[in-house]
């Protein structure tokens, strides 16, 4: 049973930081591409980052650049979304996600999904 399980989310302000983090179970994702996915209410969820299995590549979206950072521990088989100057559009359910193995870096294609964590920031 393939389990992506978040934590870190939380409520900050406006301009804070929160890191993020995933932890993968049920098979190794080494080899897959891991990345983040937000939903806010009443909106689609969208692609956040994305990062290769060897960490050479990462992908992020406009909105983020910058300000987010995409990282991953293989041996741990977990992923982490360090999250700067965070604003009130930045909050959102944030959904950690796997592709399986070889497939390339981008916005879709992924198989696994966890449950998300909730990211709150006030202005």
């Known amino acids: 049973q393939v389990q992506l399980v978040e934590s870190g989310g939380g409520l900050v302000q406006a301009g804070g930081s929160l890191r993020l983090a995933c932890a993968a179970s049920?098979?190794?994702?080494?080899?897959?591409?891991m990345g983040w996915f937000r939903q806010a209410p009443g909106k689609e969820r969208e692609f956040v980052a994305g990062i290769s299995w060897s960490t050479v590549t990462a992908a992020y979206a406009d909105s983020v650049k910058g300000r987010f950072t995409i990282s991953r521990d293989n041996a741990k088989n977990t992923v982490h979304l360090q999250m700067n100057s965070l604003t009130p559009e930045d909050a959102a359910l944030y959904y950690c996600?796997?592709?399986?193995?070889?497939?390339?870096?981008?916005?879709?294609?992924?198989?696994?999904w966890g449950q998300g964590t909730q990211v709150t920031v006030s202005s």
């Open positions: 049920g098979r190794t994702f080494s080899n897959s591409v």
């Open positions: 996600a796997a592709k399986r193995p070889g497939l390339p870096v981008s916005p879709s294609g992924y198989a696994y």
